[in-house]
């Protein structure tokens, strides 16, 4: 009995000192701002996808780009689509080469800025005017193809975003990934991080 | 004394205990990959760049694009170019919006695989093609306009990268740069990204 009101006694110490060393081992690193979530898609109880934050900071796969100019003035996508996949769901498709569930892939939309520059003519990337995402969850899109929902926070117009997004109709979106994209419904052949990634381990993530 | 000892007989078990807890609430993220580093840029004792890897996994700030076919078939740099900082430097952007000593930005050449796709013409990421770096370090580049050092790992025409790099000349790098780049030699009127994230905090990571 005193053993354990004893050893109570320093319970309250160890953890202040659990603390101090957490605060002192930790790598000083942008990725430390990211919360230690359980996964980085996060619906209300409407099933609505809540605009998702800080994926700057996630890992960057891509940036499609079908200008206007080379589309008739009336590009489907005249913007540059800067891609990224949450880091959770990064880590499982560099060991097993699959998207988990919860895996939620963001679009943002960039407006060309420039097309001139001293490195030559081109596409230069400007201001961000939109927001999209699509998200792999078998509970609640228990139907859909690869159980994938489509979302948009964009608002046309503005570079103001949506709070929150409802998941789009199949025809809108799903329909094009199912037919067109190499990878579970994802356009693999089209992201070179993904490609070098896949089932890679560290191997793939750059200079290795 | 006695009340020294007994603290001692208790510093163990709190070390113990410390070393859970910091496994307990450590987020599973790619992130955690990344080793605890110093810095990213990692030098030789002859001065050269060590090539650095894991980049992908860094922060992505932009993809320039000045293909052949919008420069008579002879651009200078005719792939696209995905930019990452280190997430050391990263973190000091945001909260202080300048380059700290020791960044590294990172260039990994992709060339253009496909024009053509179901969202319409345009330009898609084909093969990873070469990789160059800028690094800030006072102490090594004492007389070099911000500090900056300017590197290149591409081994022309093999998708193999040289293992390490010396700094290059002056007028191949630095002085455009010097002479075009909006903020001290980096290239920003192109990266929204960084412009976003300058001095902001989290509030420029992404839908904030």
């Known amino acids: ?26 790598p000083v690193t942008a990725k430390d701002a990211t919360p230690a979530v359980k996964n980085y898609a996060v619906f ?15 890992i960057y796969i ?11 003035g009336k590009a489907a996508f ?3 689509h800067n891609v990224y996949i949450d880091p959770i769901s990064w880590t499982h498709w560099k060991v097993s080469g699959k998207f988990p569930d919860d895996t939620i892939i ?19 990337q400007g201001e961000f005017i939109g927001l ?6 078998k509970q609640l ?23 929150r997004a409802s998941a789009q109709d199949h025809e809108n979106c799903a329909s ?16 070179p991080v993904l490609r070098a990634g896949k089932a890679a381990g560290d191997t793939g993530t750059g200079g290795m």
């Open 1 to 26: 009995m005193y053993q354990f009101r004893f050893n109570l006694k320093f319970l309250f110490p160890a953890v202040v000192l659990s603390m101090v060393f957490v605060y002192a081992i930790t």
């Open 132 to 137: 999209e995402a699509m998200v792999k969850n």
């Open 106 to 124: 963001v679009k943002e939309l960039v407006n060309v800025g420039s097309k001139e520059a001293v490195s030559g003519n081109g596409y230069f």
């Open 62 to 72: 891509g940036s499609p780009l079908t200008p206007n100019d080379m589309n008739d």
């Open 176 to 191: 094009c990934h199912q037919s067109h994209a190499a990878t579970d419904l994802v356009f693999t052949q089209y992201y």
């Open 141 to 163: 899109f228990p139907e859909a193809p690869g159980h994938w929902g489509f979302f948009r926070f964009t608002i046309e117009g503005s570079r103001q975003l949506h709070k």
């Open 78 to 80: 005249p913007e540059f």
């Open 44 to 58: 209300n109880e409407n099933g609505k996808l809540q605009r998702p934050t800080g994926y700057r900071e996630w």
